[in-house]
């Protein structure tokens, strides 16, 4: 996946710009333009001042990191205006927006990345020291993830195949997020296993949390699909008690057409009870609950179709 990013020449430079403002993502030619005219986000938002425009150091920072779109008719004029401050052509980032909402349409209601992490407000700081943000060019088709869990009856690896679909033109890559229980210094490992390759690792040993690009092969046309396929290797925690009750879950921001998930179980760690829940987004929302049966193979499989956003997941218990 993978358009080189580094050295290139002033001409090379150009063109790469063009054509992010001709494919897209919005960020990323956003990023590429700053970038291009070498302003600071304080210098460009004092000029954008001067032209009667009042936006955040912050919003400028959600927009060029992906974590944000504009959307709103006062951000929509505001990328209209930073056209000129970039000295970009007319309509160059608003295009990439896509058409222009009818009147009186509503947004999204998508959830933000506060409302899926309540208690970890610093996933927004550890998404903003990547180039890309999750589902803001791709859109995830299919989601099929093969949990292990060891004899101490906790996360030992997770393997993530996933199927995604280019919105617009450009995605070179996705990110993915996770978090972990146990020593903040020993972070999960991730290696990339199919069609695609590790970029940057981020942690925050303060949550818990780590963020990883994964580089696709190329950049992605308008309606291409990608199939992806990684591995995450829990830490083994150095704790005296096993496990009484862990669970593992996703957070969907988006819908999801198909997510299947099978937990497998270690043969000294069978628990006696397994429950498959969802939620809302957040961590305070009211569950759905029902129970699993443990099959012969020690495992469990759950299915969800057009599922999201909120939490999806399955919950097992060992009696003591």
Known sequence: MATDRGGAAGGNRRDSL???????????????AIAARGLSLDRIQDRLRRQGVQISLATLSYWQSGQRRPERATSLRAVEHLEEVLELP?????????????????NTGLPGLAELWPSKPEVSRLLG????APDTS????TLHDRVLVGPDGRESSVRCTQVMRAERGGPDRALVVFDWDGDPDDPPAVSALRNCRLGKVVTSGESCLFAAELLFERALCHGETVLIEFEVHTPRRRLAEPAVTE????RFRRPVREYLLEVYFDPAAVP???RHFTAPP???GPESVRGLKIGVSDSVLVLARDFGPGHFGVRWHFDK
């Open 138 to 141: 791709l859109r995830r088709l």
């Open 247 to 250: 669970s593992y879950f996703r």
């Open 18 to 32: 063009e054509q992010l403002l001709e494919h897209g993502p919005f960020d990323v030619a956003l990023r590429a």
């Open 282 to 284: 957040g961590e305070s």
């Open 90 to 106: 007319r309509d160059s980032l608003r295009d990439l927006l896509g058409p222009r909402p009818p009147r009186g349409a509503k």
């Open 129 to 132: 020291d990547v180039p890309v």
């Open 272 to 274: 006696q009870r397994c």
